[in-house]
C-alpha cells in the first residue's frame, strides 16, 4: 500500500463523485422548491378568487344601491373609480384593475366583481374589495338599507398583457 497511485487515485474518484453528486442534489432541491412554490402560490390565488367572488346583496332597488356605492367611489377617487357603462373599477395600478357591477337580483341588488387584472402572479384587489364591501354595507346601514352576504361566484384566467380573470357563472 506504499504506492502513491492509488491513493491519488481514491481522491480523484472522491472529487469527481461529489461533483456529480452535488450536481444532482441542487437541480433535485430546485425542482423541489419549485414545486412548492406552485402549490403555494395556486393556493394563494385560488383563496384570494375565492374571497373576490364573495357578493353582498343590498335589499333595496338598483337606483339607491347605486346611490350608495357612488358615494362610496366618490369619497375614496384614489382607491376606487366610476367607469363607463355603470361599473366601478378598483384600482391597483390602472383604474380599473377590477371591475364591480351592481346586478338586479331577487332579493335586491348584488354588488359582485366581474373581472380583476393580474398583477406580480396573481390578482392584486382582495384588500380593496373587502373596503369597498365594507363601505357600502355601512353606507346602507346609515340609511337603514339591509346588507346579507350574497352567493359566491367563480373566475376564468384568460392570459394577456397583462393576464385576468373574468366571472365564470353568476351565483345561484
Not at 18 to 25: D, I, K, V, Y
Not at 141 to 163: K, L, M, N, S, Y
Amino acid at each position: 500500500m506504499d504506492n502513491p497511485v492509488i491513493y491519488v487515485a481514491i481522491i480523484v474518484a472522491v472529487i469527481i463523485g461529489a461533483m456529480f453528486l452535488s450536481r444532482g442534489l441542487r437541480r433535485s432541491v430546485a425542482q423541489s422548491s419549485s414545486r412548492y412554490g406552485r402549490r403555494t402560490a395556486d393556493a394563494r390565488v385560488n383563496g384570494i378568487l375565492a374571497e373576490l367572488g364573495a357578493t353582498i346583496v343590498i335589499h333595496a332597488p338598483e337606483p339607491a344601491a347605486r346611490g350608495i356605492l357612488d358615494r362610496v367611489v366618490l369619497a375614496q377617487p384614489r382607491s376606487f373609480s366610476l367607469l363607463d357603462h355603470g361599473g366601478y373599477g378598483i384600482r391597483f395600478v390602472e383604474a380599473d384593475d377590477a371591475v364591480v357591477r351592481l346586478i338586479e337580483d331577487a332579493a335586491g341588488t348584488r354588488m359582485q366583481v366581474v373581472r380583476t387584472t393580474e398583477r406580480l402572479g396573481m390578482p392584486q384587489n382582495l384588500e380593496f374589495w373587502n373596503e369597498l364591501r365594507s363601505r357600502v354595507t355601512s353606507g346602507a346601514e346609515e340609511q337603514r338599507i339591509p346588507v346579507t352576504e350574497g352567493p359566491h361566484h367563480g373566475f376564468a384566467r384568460h392570459d394577456g398583457d397583462p393576464a385576468h380573470w373574468e366571472i365564470t357563472r353568476e351565483p345561484s
